[in-house]
């Protein structure tokens, strides 16, 4: 390979990374760090909170499918760009409002966008780099959901320590996803960075480890969803984790960066299909530590675990369904996003009517750590273990 094409592929992966950063890292974890701000200024029940995370993950279910049935081979960049520009624009208006159902229609656009933006963008890398044979770069734009959490920490961090107020944060996070754009117009190489589907396209066959891999996919959306929106005010609201408020959405950010390269690592060695099993567990064992004790050191241990396994899943999901499926690459990556959806819908709203009702956090980390270990076990590919043994 020549210069010239190991130095595009690596602009996009810059690209790729800023885009999910933007749309996936900041759009949608953004609002976990700001939540407890959000509840003690406008008297927000965590049902209430539970519903504007659920409504942006319906968003981000109606824009999974959207690719299904609207063909964007012609104007991928634009389409794109597009949706980069209605999440940045989402998330400022978020601050100019106190109504509830405004908060629900923002979320919602705000997780149309950035599911586009995820099939979109996941379907274009992996063809330009699998073509490339930049095998180690197909997945690295998945790290912009890490980059996108410590910003998100980071951010309301300092703008707490200038006593700034929610609505105020939102405007920051909007600003930062601005300047996020810099280097998707600067470095976005010119010739085939988005190259259109082959028409050519085996049809779509759903295997039975496909199936297995979706439905695990589906509980991992049920159980990381709450554990991400709740633990931020988990913390504000145990009087034994007050202090370490800030310091978890920060673990989480940095342990999550680095995560899919690691977990790349990892299935070198054991397959991606275990590999996806075992970070299912280092969330799992996290979230339970943390049911288990109501200390800020294991809170601390809880938060990088999460953020290593999290980041982890997301990206093997989507290569190990590739694999798994038979057909159009757009296809298996937006049926995987819709039953993740199905799962994120689900976990926000079920776990806040939790919380209010058992006046505590507790029993939603349990449904939490259990239902990522079930994703667990469903993502193993037990025909191909059997087969090895054989």
Same mark, same amino acid.
């Given at each position: 390979m020549s210069t010239e094409e190991i130095k595009k592929q690596l602009q996009l992966a810059i690209v790729g990374i800023c885009i999910v950063a933007i749309t996936g890292g900041l759009g949608r974890f953004a609002y976990t760090p700001i939540i407890p701000y959000m509840q003690n200024s406008l008297l927000l029940t965590s049902t209430d909170i539970g519903l504007i995370a659920s409504s942006n993950y319906l968003g981000y279910l109606v824009g999974s499918i959207i690719p299904l049935f609207i063909a964007f081979e012609a104007r991928q960049k634009l389409t794109l760009y597009w949706s980069v520009i209605v999440s940045i624009v989402s998330l400022g208006l978020m601050g100019f409002t106190i109504e509830l159902n405004h908060f629900i229609v923002l979320r919602f656009f705000q997780g149309v966008s950035g599911a586009v933006a995820l099939v979109i963008a996941t379907n274009l890398i992996f063809s330009e780099i699998t073509e490339g044979h930049r095998f180690d770069l197909r997945l690295a734009h998945i790290s912009g959901f890490g980059l996108g959490m410590f910003l998100s920490a980071i951010l309301i961090w300092i703008c707490s320590l200038f006593s700034l107020d929610w609505y105020q944060q939102w405007f920051a996070v909007s600003f930062?996803?601005?300047? &996020? +754009?810099?280097?998707?117009? %600067? &470095?976005?190489?010119?010739?085939?960075?988005?190259?259109? !589907?082959? +028409?050519?396209? !085996?049809?779509?066959?759903?295997?039975?480890? #496909? %199936?297995?891999?979706?439905?695990?996919?589906?509980?991992?959306?049920?159980?990381?969803? %709450? #554990?991400?929106? #709740?633990?931020?005010?988990?913390?504000? !609201?145990?009087?034994?984790?007050?202090?370490? =408020?800030?310091?978890?959405?920060? &673990?989480?950010?940095?342990?999550?960066?680095?995560?899919? #390269?690691?977990? =790349?690592?990892?299935?070198?060695f054991t397959g991606n299909h275990i590999s996806l099993a075992l970070s299912c567990f280092t969330t799992s064992f996290g979230i339970f530590l943390l049911y288990l004790f109501d200390s800020p050191k294991i809170s601390l241990v809880a938060c990088l675990s999460y953020g290593l396994g999290v980041v982890g899943i997301v990206g093997l999901v989507l290569l190990e369904g590739k694999i798994r499926h038979k057909g159009s690459v757009k296809f298996a990556v937006a049926f995987l996003t819709t039953t993740f959806s199905i799962g994120q819908i689900s976990g926000p709203y079920i776990s806040g009517i939790m919380i209010d009702f058992f006046g505590d956090y507790k029993n939603a980390m349990l449904l939490s750590g259990s239902a990522l270990g079930i994703a667990g076990f469903c993502m193993v590919n037990y025909k191909a273990l059997l087969s090895s043994r054989l």
């Amino acid at each position: 390979m020549s210069t010239e094409e190991i130095k595009k592929q690596l602009q996009l992966a810059i690209v790729g990374i800023c885009i999910v950063a933007i749309t996936g890292g900041l759009g949608r974890f953004a609002y976990t760090p700001i939540i407890p701000y959000m509840q003690n200024s406008l008297l927000l029940t965590s049902t209430d909170i539970g519903l504007i995370a659920s409504s942006n993950y319906l968003g981000y279910l109606v824009g999974s499918i959207i690719p299904l049935f609207i063909a964007f081979e012609a104007r991928q960049k634009l389409t794109l760009y597009w949706s980069v520009i209605v999440s940045i624009v989402s998330l400022g208006l978020m601050g100019f409002t106190i109504e509830l159902n405004h908060f629900i229609v923002l979320r919602f656009f705000q997780g149309v966008s950035g599911a586009v933006a995820l099939v979109i963008a996941t379907n274009l890398i992996f063809s330009e780099i699998t073509e490339g044979h930049r095998f180690d770069l197909r997945l690295a734009h998945i790290s912009g959901f890490g980059l996108g959490m410590f910003l998100s920490a980071i951010l309301i961090w300092i703008c707490s320590l200038f006593s700034l107020d929610w609505y105020q944060q939102w405007f920051a996070v909007s600003f930062t996803c601005l300047v &996020l +754009t810099i280097p998707i117009f %600067i &470095l976005d190489p010119k010739s085939k960075v988005l190259p259109k !589907n082959s +028409t050519s396209e !085996n049809k779509n066959r759903m295997s039975l480890g #496909f %199936i297995g891999i979706s439905v695990g996919y589906f509980f991992f959306g049920l159980g990381y969803i %709450i #554990f991400g929106t #709740f633990i931020a005010a988990m913390a504000v !609201n145990t009087p034994a984790l007050a202090n370490v =408020q800030h310091a978890t959405w920060i &673990l989480v950010g940095l342990a999550a960066m680095p995560a899919i #390269f690691f977990w =790349q690592k990892v299935s070198r060695f054991t397959g991606n299909h275990i590999s996806l099993a075992l970070s299912c567990f280092t969330t799992s064992f996290g979230i339970f530590l943390l049911y288990l004790f109501d200390s800020p050191k294991i809170s601390l241990v809880a938060c990088l675990s999460y953020g290593l396994g999290v980041v982890g899943i997301v990206g093997l999901v989507l290569l190990e369904g590739k694999i798994r499926h038979k057909g159009s690459v757009k296809f298996a990556v937006a049926f995987l996003t819709t039953t993740f959806s199905i799962g994120q819908i689900s976990g926000p709203y079920i776990s806040g009517i939790m919380i209010d009702f058992f006046g505590d956090y507790k029993n939603a980390m349990l449904l939490s750590g259990s239902a990522l270990g079930i994703a667990g076990f469903c993502m193993v590919n037990y025909k191909a273990l059997l087969s090895s043994r054989l």
